[in-house]
């Protein structure tokens, strides 16, 4: 299976390198400075579940990306704020029968995707991990925690599904096929929302906040919101779900913190309009007599958090 990994940073990066470990038909779609870098040093992973240095990863850069032909999947790693652009940079990738596979949180995605490529196209699909790129470029896998999912968003078992799932099998990470991918991405997208509001609200670990004064009632507040959010839209996580998440969430002396906080301490991009401002326009819609509180609350930190880094880059 011919399989471009568009973007080679955290999730990408890890992903595609496992993959090409074992021996599997991967190419990077890559920028300029990314791909520099990866000809320079190659690609690293230091990960708790081993090591892993590909000399010569295959890259491509959008120039060239036309004289690579077409694939037949696209594993999508960019963050959203990157997406129109990498939508615009994969295009020449894709032929009939290739099917897109993203992994960002949220969902709008799937939105954008299908306006430029089609629905039929785009799988659904989700990434648990908590990786990031070091300062030296290389991918820095923090803990055990490494999961994908994937599935037709119909919930049918194709040909094509199947095809994917048996390349992911075997390898540094758990694969998941699933036949509610749709319920699932909600359901991420609510733990993930939670999770990232409430630990750069605070700017702290779950375990920090729970120890702090009313902490946790401040955590299971926003967990409330995001859910009134996901069951409104149709996708109400299931009571199994719920529940490991409000344990995971609410957990004393959990180290655990969510990508969007790493993002802010190394002075990154956030994903805030795509993780928590569409939690709150879908919920302003939908369920317009909730006010939304404590997202509002979480969504104003991270524009103002923007705001900050963009004056103090410009
Ligand atoms: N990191 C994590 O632990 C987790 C992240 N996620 C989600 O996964 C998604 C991806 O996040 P993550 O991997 O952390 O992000 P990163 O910023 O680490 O990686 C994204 C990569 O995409 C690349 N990229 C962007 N646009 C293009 C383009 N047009 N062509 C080629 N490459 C491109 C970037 O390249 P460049 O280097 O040039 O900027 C960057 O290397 C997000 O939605 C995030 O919320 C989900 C679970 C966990
Ligand atoms: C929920 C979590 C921590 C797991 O992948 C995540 O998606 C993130 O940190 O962005």
Known sequence: MRTLIVGAGATGGYYGARLAEAGADVTFLVRPARAAKLAADGLNVRSPLGDLHLPDPPTVTADHLGEAGRFDLILLSCKAYDLDSAI???APAVGADTAILPVLNGMSHLDALDAQF???????????IAATVAPDGAI?????????????????????????DAMMRGLKF??????????????????????????????????????????????????????????????????????????????????????????????????????????????????????????????????????????ETA
């Open 88 to 90: 615009s940079d994969l």
């Open 118 to 128: 089609g629905a039929e196209r785009v799988l659904g699909g989700s990434c648990a």
């Open 140 to 164: 820095r896998h923090m803990s055990e925690l490494c999961s994908i999912t994937y599935g037709e968003r119909d919930g049918s078992r194709s040909a094509r599904i199947e095809a994917v």
């Open 174 to 311: 758990q694969p998941r096929l699933s036949d509610v991918i749709l319920q699932e991405m909600w359901e991420k997208w609510v733990f993930l929302a939670t999770l990232a509001g409430a630990t750069t609200l605070m700017r702290a670990a779950v375990g920090d906040i729970v120890a702090a004064p009313e902490g946790t009632a401040l955590i299971e507040a926003l967990h409330a919101e995001c859910t009134i959010v996901a069951a409104s839209s149709g996708f109400e996580p299931r009571a199994i779900v719920a529940e490991r998440a409000r344990a995971q969430l609410t957990a004393a002396g959990s180290t655990f913190t969510a990508s969007m906080l790493r993002d802010i301490e190394s002075k990154g991009r956030i994903e805030a309009d795509h993780v928590i401002g569409d939690l709150i326009a879908r919920g302003q819609r939908l369920a317009p007599e909730v006010s939304f509180q404590v997202l509002t609350a979480v969504y104003t930190g991270l524009k103002a958090y923007e705001a900050r880094r963009a004056r």
